[in-house]
């Protein structure tokens, strides 16, 4: 059975509150604080179902009232609508941001989100260019559309029989898949390596191509027009 001290240590490792363990756990606040404070024992019952929270959240319970995360946990989310993928845009900034690291995508249908998301890419782009962060994207051969500009976003042509149909980006420890009405995330280690492996040696058979002008590009003349 788990410890008081391992219960605390792993409310600190997932950041949760006294009230967040309680509502996950379906126990009241009260109950919850008296355990965390020691002022009662939970039932062994109690206890392992505890546990198995935490555990279902990525925590692992180790020798010597030890906690850590587990490098096989699965923390899935699920985005929807103009809304949601504006969320995708800050999670990439956050992480890239935080920890210096490239993102890669495969897009499989780039005009279209061009069309339906043209103002959160743009400030999504002068962000990426403030910080001089890169990207990397696999687009379909013969798409020359892209808001990318050259100094942020390097692209390369992907045949369409090699294409998956559904996009996808990669950025720390996250992947993120594009589905026709909704983007799931998924948080694993290894499961973003596996996909990170698998980009590059897609990266390394596909085609530079020659491009015209980014629409981030024509955006900044745009708006430098407007300004004289």
Request: glycine residues 6%; hydrophobic residues 35%; positive net charge.
């Amino acid at each position: 059975m788990i410890t008081i001290q391992q219960m605390r240590a792993a409310r600190g490792l997932l950041d949760w509150s006294q009230a967040d363990l309680a509502r996950h756990a379906g126990l009241s606040v009260t109950a919850m604080n008296n355990i965390d404070r020691g002022l009662s024992t939970p039932r062994t019952a109690t206890a392992s179902h505890i546990q198995k929270v935490f555990e279902n959240h990525g925590v692992e319970f180790i020798e010597g009232n030890g906690v850590r995360f587990r490098h096989d946990v699965f923390k899935i989310e699920t985005y929807q609508g103009p809304k949601g993928f504006e969320t995708y845009l800050r999670d990439i900034l956050d992480i890239q941001i935080a920890k210096g690291v490239e993102s890669l995508h495969q897009s499989y249908e780039e005009p279209n989100f061009l069309a339906k998301h043209r103002k959160p890419l743009m400030e999504f782009y002068q962000t990426l260019e403030k910080h001089k962060l890169k990207e990397r994207t696999l687009i379909l051969e013969g798409v020359t559309e892209r808001f990318g500009p050259p100094w942020t976003s390097d692209f390369r042509w992907c045949p369409r029989e090699l294409s998956g149909r559904v996009g996808y980006s990669l950025y720390g420890d996250r992947y993120y898949i594009f589905l026709k009405d909704r983007i799931v995330a998924i948080e694993n280690a290894d499961l973003a390596d596996a996909y990170r492996k698998q980009f590059e040696a897609a990266w390394k058979t596909a085609r530079k191509p020659q491009l015209s002008e980014s629409l981030y590009e024509r955006e900044l003349k745009k708006a430098a027009a407007k300004g004289r």
